[in-house]
């Protein structure tokens, strides 16, 4: 219960005893008693920053300070701009102030996050995260020193990580986890729906309905390795030209990562894609003819038996007049997957990731 005086600020809140034991962040997940207000899912407007990656409006605090997140299943943490950072990167706009927060929690914990293009350092802070209204308390990170390239800082402020687990030891649960814990939603599961061609759409929290897909949502189990730090790899039996016959690629271990722009395939795919006339690729800068978006084969990526077809108009770009690039690019990945699955594929399908039964799901856009 919270009474206030109306002489004064003061406020004195009456917790109830059993509720003292309930963490903030509760890696048994347990559900606390379901409210009358509880709806299974949250929605949340995303927008395309030039179709390089995209992002949506998150509150933070109280009262809330808003940020332009980036959505990324490549990672497992929620991290915002602290007020050294502002300082030192004129192109941010907002900071997280814990003093001007009243809902703030000191947590005495730090963290350093590698990206590929850079490092981020910062401390953990628990305070209310806002998602289209609604909010829930979570862990997160107020990074105040970036080395590296981090040009998508002109558009974004920080990072909502949506990884399958939290493999930073400095933090107990991902922001999908208390969310859950907290009745936000049903369930952990949580869905983009882009538009057919890709510009916008919906990112949802918990349950989908007929209404967000009416089409079939086809499943592919996650891939469980003991170095991959629990994120979303699925396995790709193959892509293939459009009639099956030609095999380009096989067996490949994928990571599924919003955070991502281009998709990064091994370079083998990539001789054989661009084989013949299309050899005169810039390999360095991954130019390509731009009849090459009308000419250029379809390709079919096969599932556990499902296939999903990738148009040449999609995975190929024009930059302007007589200028196109490639958005697959060669790469040959030292890790526990050998592919990176970037928005330039993904944003032409609604994709369900289901961490509570470790799979992945696609379906027809809209």
Not at 27 to 35: A, F, Y
Not at 153 to 170: A, C, E, N, P, V
Not at 239 to 247: A, C, F, K, S, V
Not at 263 to 292: E, I
């Amino acid at each position: 219960m919270l009474v206030c005086f109306l002489t004064g600020i003061m406020c004195w809140v009456s917790v109830e005893p059993s509720a003292m034991n309930t963490p903030l962040n509760s890696v048994s997940l347990q559900r606390i008693k379901r409210g009358d207000t509880l709806t299974s899912s949250i929605e949340v407007t995303i927008y395309d920053s030039k179709s390089y990656f995209y992002y949506g409006i998150v509150g933070v605090g109280s009262p809330p300070r808003y940020f332009k997140l980036m959505f990324d299943t490549g990672s497992p943490i929620l991290w915002v701009p602290g007020m050294r950072l502002v300082r030192e990167r004129p192109m941010l706009r907002t900071s997280y102030d814990p003093f001007s927060s009243m809902s703030h929690v000191f947590t005495y914990k730090s963290v350093s996050l590698p990206y590929g293009n850079y490092k981020a350092d910062g401390a953990i802070f628990s305070d209310l995260v806002q998602l289209n209204g609604r909010s829930f308390r979570t862990e997160f990170a107020a990074v105040d020193t970036i080395k590296g390239s981090v040009g998508q800082l002109y558009t974004i402020d920080g990072l909502f990580g949506l990884s399958i687990k939290q493999y930073h030891k400095q933090l107990q649960a991902t922001p999908l986890d208390d969310m859950f814990s907290q009745n936000m939603i049903s369930r952990r599961l949580f869905t983009f729906i882009f538009k057919k061609d890709g510009s916008s759409g919906t990112l949802i929290f918990g349950d989908f309905t007929k209404q967000h897909i009416p089409g079939i949502v086809t499943y592919v189990p996650v891939i469980w390795d003991a170095g991959s730090k629990d994120e979303w790899i699925i396995k790709i039996t193959s892509i293939t030209l459009e009639d099956g016959g030609t095999i380009l690629a096989s067996d490949l271990s994928a990571l599924i990562d919003t955070g991502a722009f281009k998709t990064y395939l091994p370079t083998s795919f990539m001789k054989n894609l661009f084989a013949g006339v299309w050899k005169q690729m810039d390999l360095g800068n991954h130019v390509v003819r731009c009849d090459a978006m009308y000419l250029m084969p379809t390709l079919r990526m096969n599932l556990e038996g499902h296939q999903l077809k990738w148009e040449p108009s999609q995975y190929i770009e024009q930059l302007g007049i007589g200028q196109c690039r490639s958005l697959v690019e060669g790469v040959n990945l030292p890790s526990t997957y050998n592919a990176i699955i970037g928005l330039s594929f993904l944003r032409h399908f609604s994709v369900v990731y289901d961490v509570d039964n470790e799979r992945v799901g696609f379906a027809e856009p809209i």
